[in-house]
């Protein structure tokens, strides 16, 4: 890109710059040898990976390397059942993964569509219209209401234009160009209001433009590349996975080899010490774990799209479980991206209006008490100057409206129509103003004729129509309050008609400075009663002279109402929120303060002052920053990898083209699915699909919830497989028989690592879980004592096992049938260790501290493993193949006994242990998780 600031540029330098020619444009020539010099005016797209080499790349993860270890090593024992089920596994994993990565780097196809597909320029004089794709540096483009601008371009010449740059600035509402130079330096992209960029919509007016960017080097060609280069996070269950991926199978390598050897070391047959030393190493490696996760994550998928958050990548819905941070775009998501009136003045009365958006619904209150304007003159007036000094429309949207129905958990109360505008937001405002009063457009025109109109321009600052009403003709005005001020001779003032005096016009100017203070974009409204027009006479000609001021409206993109019960369960949650717009300063600090993001001490930092502030700087700086305002996509990208480095999880959530490349750096990006633009969408992890901050707050609850589910069922495996290991390594260790043989270690492994492990993956969240403190972003996935548990309680289940074991054989030590029946015993006493250990696994504390029979899902896998074991003792097929025997009552005490042990010690000792009080929040601004914050590492 060039380093020209053509916002600094005259009209005149411009097209000097350009070599071009503002009368006649270039000729085709010149512009077929500068596309040929310039490239094609499009987002260039980073070469594409073949889907064969994603979908290979699948198979490259370690513990998928393990697995296919597992496989071979079944497959040599014989056990094809299992190998064939591994490899099930591993081939479900790599499709999933494939479609998810083939989908991900959509993002630049959407961003193109933002392109326009034709434009009209200049060429050799004569209007044409050309394909975009073919515009050049030094071309001159025409632009109307409704067109797409099609490049960067440098205004020459603006009638009333405004264009609509949300998508890429964040302003709420649409800009006003100029062609005037501005000498300004750093100006943000909001405020370089002679400059036109690709992507963006003129909603009103008509423009001339020379085209000074194309291509990759517009403002769409820096996102479409900052899009390409910021880095995707690896999540930290990926993380955590391949670490114990890592840990699985340096133990069980370990462990063959130790309890082999010994077991040849006190006289036990090699082959058979080998099997039995294979089968641990199997037994030790879960290799139902990648599955288990896939569907807790899944059927965890599915609750969130019943509250309306549709996750794009699976991995992203445990990453939501340790944000810390959410950072969040103004406009549209803790916006309603819909200008809304919640203020009128007239005649020294201050009045609130309600509701929200264009629907027509809501009341105007005189001192919290309700108002009827066609009873209150000058309420009546105002509201007849919004709907008929107005160009545009409200309707409902057939394709968007909503009906009533069961909603899914802490969804907002949106359904019912949907109304959408066709026109200017500010008109659209003081259209939903007027209908809440009663005052419908359509029978208001069918009575007040429009005669005639003096359009709205940005240097008369107001709008004017004539109308014929009863045989007489009214003129109606709005339009900047100061300017129209100084069109005003008299004042509605307690119902009546009285001359304007400067008392009374600083009483105006001070109410509309108060509107303004609050951040509120104030609207004056005036009429004047007119003669009947002559034959011929112009019926405008005096419509704005000697009139009547009759009130003020302030409107303003109003919060979601459901935003501030939300941002109060971050707080809870020990999660900080950030706002991040493009937005002017005082409108962000507002809208803030209302949400409660600013509590004392946090600071408001323009893009200006960020502009200023080195990486040092902003790094020891971003802690106590709650609102970013006026900033560009690069600075969004700058915070988040500052916060990034200052250790936490970010979320961040976005709707426009500019939030892309911040979403999809972020730890977890957030898309609006309503409001959102195509491109933030593909660069998200996650789509809420009803546009509503307050569903991130489910997610994360989700997010967390899942998480703790992996972390139950990692448990319960290792602590059931450390429970095997230590049966079979103690035994060897003191020169004691196998108290298990080969296939019964397989058959344990089988029984309990299966439908008790899924069912714990889909437990149900335990009640405190949103008031506890986001885990640290490093967190080790044995953190929090989980280790300790899982290798107490395998070893007590070892230990007891062993000992029923022993109680048994000890009997008749020679008997080879006693072996068999001590096998036997040890074989039940491990299942049922494990199976009543898994509702253990439920708590963080204890199996007295949750209602057992809560998860039915649960309790109907234990039930059915409790039939597989049983089948394996009692049915006469199997016997010979399991090496088993009936059992009677006495060894069913035995065996219950010495299986509910561990579980019932470590329960006792949860019980007896003084509960730990929670930690509290130490943020500087009260909602960060600061125990995980580090300095920045250089």
């Known amino acids: 890109m060039d380093g020209n600031r053509y916002y600094q540029l005259t009209p005149e330098e411009s097209v000097a710059l350009q070599r071009s020619d503002a009368a006649a444009g270039l000729g085709e020539e010149e512009a077929n040898r500068r596309l040929t010099e310039a490239g094609s005016n499009e987002l260039a797209e980073k070469a594409a990976i073949s889907p064969l080499a994603l979908f290979l790349n699948q198979f490259k993860d370690f513990m998928v390397l393990v697995l296919m270890a597992a496989t071979l090593i079944s497959g040599l024992l014989g056990e094809y059942l299992d190998a064939i089920t591994i490899v099930a596994i591993i081939v479900l994993n790599g499709v999933m993964g494939f479609v998810q990565e083939f989908r991900a780097e959509r993002s630049l196809r959407a961003l193109k569509e933002l392109s326009a597909p ?22 001159i483009v025409l632009v109307e209401s409704g067109d797409r601008v099609p490049a960067d371009l440098r ?24 062609s005037e130079a501005i000498a300004a330096d750093e100006l943000p992209l909001g405020d370089q209001r002679n400059l036109g960029f ?6 009103r007016g008509t423009g001339r433009g020379i085209v000074v960017r194309t291509g990759m080097a517009t403002e769409m060609g820096k996102i479409a590349d900052l899009i390409q280069s910021a880095e995707e996070q690896q999540t930290p269950l990926q993380h955590r996975l391949e670490q114990l991926g890592k840990y699985l199978i340096y133990i069980a390598l370990a462990l063959t080899v130790v309890v082999v050897l010994a077991g040849i070391w006190h006289g036990q047959q090699p082959y058979m010490m080998f099997l039995a030393g ?16 896939t569907i807790a994550l899944a059927i965890g998928v599915q609750r969130m799209i019943k509250r309306r958050a549709i996750v794009r990548k699976l991995p992203s819905v445990e990453t939501l479980g340790c944000a810390s941070v959410i950072c969040s775009d103004k406009t549209g998501t803790l916006t309603q991206n819909k200008m809304t009136v919640t203020h009128l003045w007239t005649g020294g009365r201050l009045f609130e209006v309600t509701g929200e958006g264009y629907a027509p619904e809501g009341d105007i209150l005189e001192n919290g008490r309700p108002v009827d304007p066609k009873r209150d003159g000058a309420l009546k007036r105002m509201l007849q100057i919004a709907a008929l000094c107005n160009n545009a429309s409200l309707r409902i949207d057939e394709g968007e409206a909503r009906k009533p129905g069961k909603k899914g958990k802490g969804a907002a109360e ?70 129209l001020l100084d069109l005003c ?42 003669k009947p027009a002559g034959q011929g006479e112009d019926v405008t000609a005096d419509a704005e002279q000697s009139l009547v001021f009759a009130g003020l409206a302030g409107m303003i993109d109003p919060p979601r109402r459901e935003v501030r019960e939300a941002i109060q369960k971050c707080r809870q949650a020990s999660i900080r929120t950030v706002m991040i717009t493009g937005d002017h300063q005082t409108t962000a600090e507002a809208i803030a303060r209302q949400l409660g993001m600013l509590p004392a001490g946090a600071l408001v930092l323009s893009g200006r002052e960020l502009d200023a502030l080195s990486e040092d700087e902003l790094d020891g700086k971003i802690e106590r920053v709650a609102v970013f305002a006026r900033v560009s996509p690069e600075h969004k990208l700058r915070i988040v990898k500052a916060l990034q480095r200052r250790g936490h999880i970010v979320a961040m959530t976005g709707d426009g083209v500019n939030d892309a490349p911040a979403i999809k750096a972020a730890d977890i990006g957030i898309a609006m699915g309503q409001s959102g633009t195509d491109v933030s969408r593909e660069a998200s992890s996650l789509v809420l ?45 003191v020169g004691l028989p196998m108290p298990l043989v080969p296939i019964q270690i397989l058959w344990v492994n089988l029984v309990t690592d299966g439908l008790p492990a899924m069912a714990l993956g889909v437990d149900q969240a335990e009640k405190d879980l949103m008031q506890q403190k986001p885990r640290p972003a490093k967190e080790n996935i044995f953190a929090r004592r989980l280790g300790w548990k899982i290798i107490s309680r395998g070893l007590l289940i070892g230990l007891c096992t062993l000992g029923a074991f022993w109680i048994v054989l000890a009997q008749n030590p020679d008997d080879a049938g006693q072996l068999v029946r001590a096998q036997t015993v040890a074989f039940a006493t491990l299942v049922m260790a494990q199976l009543i250990h898994v509702f253990d696994c439920r708590s963080s504390r204890s199996v007295f501290h949750r209602n057992p029979l809560q998860n039915k899902l649960l309790v109907f896998a234990v039930l059915s493993s409790l039939a597989l074991m049983l089948a394996v003792l009692y049915w006469d097929p199997l016997q010979p193949v399991f090496k088993t025997v009936d059992l009677g009552a006495a060894d069913w005490v035995l065996v219950l006994t010495a299986a509910g042990i561990p579980t019932f010690l470590m329960g006792i000792g949860s019980v007896l242990s003084p509960k730990k009080p929670k930690r509290k929040s130490s943020s500087p601004i009260g909602g960060g998780y600061s125990r995980r914050i580090k300095p920045a590492s250089r």
């Open 278 to 293: 294979v089968s641990l190493a199997v037994a030790a490696i879960p290799e139902g774990l990648p599955a288990i996760v």
């Open 489 to 530: 001779s008299y004042i509605l003032w307690e119902g009546q008609v009285i001359p304007l005096t400067a008392t009374l016009k600083a009483k105006v100017l001070a109410a509309n400075e108060g509107m303004a203070r609050g951040a509120l974009r104030v609207i004056g409204m005036a009429y004047r009663d007119l």
């Open 155 to 178: 205004w020459l010449s603006c009638s009333s234009l405004y264009v609509e740059e949300s998508a890429l600035t964040g302003e709420s509402m649409p800009v006003e160009k100029r």
């Open 198 to 203: 690709m992507g963006t919509m003129v909603t």
């Open 414 to 483: 949106d359904y019912g129509p949907r109304w959408v505008l066709d026109g200017d937001p500010t008109e659209g405002a003081l259209l939903a103003l007027a209908a809440k009063g009663g005052l419908d457009k359509s029978s208001l025109e069918a009575a007040y004729k429009r005669a005639g109109e003096i359009p709205f321009e940005s240097d008369r600052k107001r709008m004017t129509v004539v109308v014929r009403h009863q045989g007489g003709r009214q003129a109606m005005t709005k339009g900047a309050p100061d300017v």
């Open 689 to 733: 699909s009803d546009d509503n901050f307050a569903t991130i707050v489910f997610a994360v609850e989700e997010g967390r919830g899942i998480y703790e589910n992996i972390r139950k069922f990692i448990r319960y495996l290792l602590a059931s497989n450390v429970g095997e290991i230590m049966t079979m390594f103690l035994a060897m260790m």
């Open 118 to 139: 034709n434009a009209r320029v200049l060429r050799g004089g004569v209007v044409k219209t050309i394909p975009a794709n073919r515009l050049v540096p030094g071309d």
